[in-house]
């Protein structure tokens, strides 16, 4: 299981519930007798942030996969934590409506991709998990159900639950249910796809799309090719795809029905370690110089200034991730770790400087007194 073949994590008892409140019986009866837990779907980001420090018992939700409301007059679903985005694609789909959610794994969660906040190429346009996340119910550690939003719109304790769980790595509570807000299927999509040749030409690039009136869905990068995605009405989609082409060289740039190859999937393998590297758009050449010079692949969301970058060597990490954080500071934003080997976990700081960390430790206290959920795998030993 990635992320979990520490010795102190390696021998959990295992649970798979099937509903929310299977859930809160496990985790009271977890509670009484003190066990550390660590909840997970189809296991696809385990291996995101540090291993946690200890885990008596791994909560397996895969079996809460169904997708339990479906009001498409409304543009909301309800579904379980354990569901595959890809099925709850395709159960919307079939009234034409989409989760703006992209699958950036096979087989990720609706739960795991919760826990990381983890996006795709369409965060240009719908904005994150956390945009999208309209209700939860969760589990909390001492096995108590809270819910907020959705059809029942009180917030609990006064907290806006769904952001903050959004993103916590499961260190706060057991995502059991969520509502979202959906989008309708556009009628076409077409993606404008240019090879850009250099870093500076890539940022010029970027930037027309972005400041023109084409309206992109999404601009990405993959090393130094541009693509843009388009979509809506044929009409309206065949004259933006035709400005966009006159912003990207004319002839030289394709036009497809299909998204590039890598498409919202991250550049790196098994072994590598993975980066998140986020800035001002203003810094998207010199991020991509400073990538170049330590040997790292980059492909991400170019277009909002957040991309994912690749480093091969262990030994080349440290530095790799030295450089890359001075540019993104420059350039008003952040590199997290967000794969790695654990030899590369334990000789870098894996979250990097976390403004506010004082007050995050104050909200795991109030959630998780005893500080029993995936101990220690979020920022500052949460």
Not at 280 to 302: C, I, Y
Not at 351 to 359: M, N, S
């Amino acid at each position: 299981m990635p992320g979990l073949t520490d010795p102190a994590v390696a021998h959990a008892t295992v649970a798979r519930p099937t509903s929310t409140a299977e859930v809160a019986e496990v985790m009271r009866d977890a509670a009484a007798r003190g066990l550390s837990v660590v909840a997970q779907g189809h296991g696809t980001k385990q291996g995101w942030g540090l291993p946690p420090t200890s885990m008596d018992l791994l909560l397996d939700l895969s079996g809460l996969d169904r997708v339990l409301d479906h009001q498409a007059g409304d543009l909301v679903v309800e579904v379980q934590a354990g569901a595959p985005l890809a099925g709850v694609q395709e159960a919307v789909g079939s009234a034409g409506q989409r989760l703006a959610l992209d699958e950036t794994l096979p087989g990720a969660t609706v739960g795991g991709t919760l826990a990381t906040n983890a996006a795709g190429p369409s965060r240009m346009l719908t904005g994150t998990a956390r945009d999208l996340l309209i209700g939860v119910t969760v589990v909390r550690a001492d096995g108590v159900v809270a819910k907020a939003g959705g059809r029942v719109v009180k917030n609990v304790a006064g907290y806006d639950l769904g952001k903050l769980v959004v993103g916590s790595f499961g260190t706060l509570a057991v995502v059991t249910e969520a509502y979202f807000r959906l989008h309708p299927l556009p009628e076409v999509r077409r993606w404008v796809t240019v090879d850009a040749g250099t870093p500076l030409r890539a940022h010029e690039l970027t930037h027309a799309v972005v400041h023109s009136q084409a309206v992109p869905w999404a601009v990405e990068l993959d090393g130094r090719t541009v693509s843009v995605l388009l979509g809506g009405r044929a009409d309206g989609v065949d004259a933006r795809v035709r400005a966009v082409r006159g912003l990207l060289g004319g002839d030289e740039a394709a036009v497809t029905e299909a998204a590039p190859a890598g498409w919202g999937r991250y550049p790196w393998t098994p072994g590598e370690t993975g980066l998140k590297v986020t800035f001002a758009l203003s810094g998207l050449h010199d991020v991509l110089v400073v990538a170049d010079e330590v040997g790292a692949r980059v492909r991400g969301s170019a277009g909002v200034g957040v991309v994912h970058a690749a480093v091969a060597d262990p030994a080349a990490v440290p530095d790799a991730l030295a450089r890359l954080r001075a540019v993104a500071a420059r350039h008003g934003g952040t590199v997290v770790v967000v794969e790695a080997p654990p030899e590369v976990q334990q000789a870098v700081d894996v979250w990097g400087p976390v403004p506010g960390l004082d007050l995050m430790r104050r909200v795991k206290d109030q959630f998780d007194p005893d500080h029993r959920l995936a101990p220690g795998r979020f920022v500052g030993g949460i």
